[in-house]
């Protein structure tokens, strides 16, 4: 604790005096039972060493967490997805999970006569009829499980006016494992033909 003795009464008040008075009758002791930041602070010769050191501390904290940043930022860039299936070095498909045309041709089949039974031909609509048909006949074959089978669809749609249409295809492919399913379909109104192709991809 520091003790202050009284000014007297005779001596001028000024802030000088007062200040002098206080600094000269501070007890050594006072100093020394106070907290080191709190001496390092009085002193003002260490005060810029205190500031120094606390800048470096916290400049080191700061490189701390911008290299764990960085290593955890590296770990995940680096990490390598995981395989969703293993190898089975299998160069065909199983006799009962190749395409099936039967099956195919009927979901074509199904598509046609629930979507066209009624419609009329309209030139501005056709070709996003076309794509809806094959969007969903595609969604119904792959329901029907051909593992490692890459589907292809393609719909053409046309107006019946009693004319004759020949639609062909050519593939490159290998006839063991490979198949397509075909299925033609018309109204009044409108035709369409509808071809599926199961690629077997190894």
Not at 93 to 118: A, M, S, T, Y
Not at 156 to 174: A, M, P, T, Y
Request: glycine content about 4%; overall charge positive.
């Amino acid at each position: 604790m520091m003790r202050r003795r009284s000014i007297p009464q005779n001596q001028d008040l000024t802030i000088d005096a007062i200040q002098e008075h206080n600094t000269l009758h501070v007890q050594p002791q006072a100093l020394q039972r106070r907290r080191p930041s709190v001496a390092y602070s009085l002193d003002s010769n260490n005060a810029p060493n205190l500031l120094r050191r606390n800048s470096l501390r916290r400049n080191s904290l700061r490189t701390v967490q911008f290299s764990m940043a960085l290593r955890k930022h590296s770990v995940a860039k680096t990490e390598l997805p995981k395989p969703k299936v293993e190898n089975t070095y299998k160069l065909g498909p199983d006799q009962w999970g190749k395409f099936r045309q039967h099956q195919v041709e009927n979901v074509i089949k199904n598509v046609f006569e629930v979507h066209l039974k009624d419609s009329q031909y309209d030139p501005e609509k056709s070709g996003s009829l076309a794509c809806e048909l094959s969007a969903e006949i595609k969604t119904r074959v792959k329901a029907l499980e051909f593992k490692r089978y890459r589907i292809v669809v393609n719909v053409i749609l046309g107006q019946n006016k009693e004319q004759g249409v020949e639609v062909s295809s050519r593939c490159l492919w290998d006839a063991n494992t490979d198949n397509f399913a075909s299925y033609n379909y018309h109204n009044s109104s409108i035709f369409a033909t509808g071809m599926v192709y199961g690629v077997y991809f190894e």
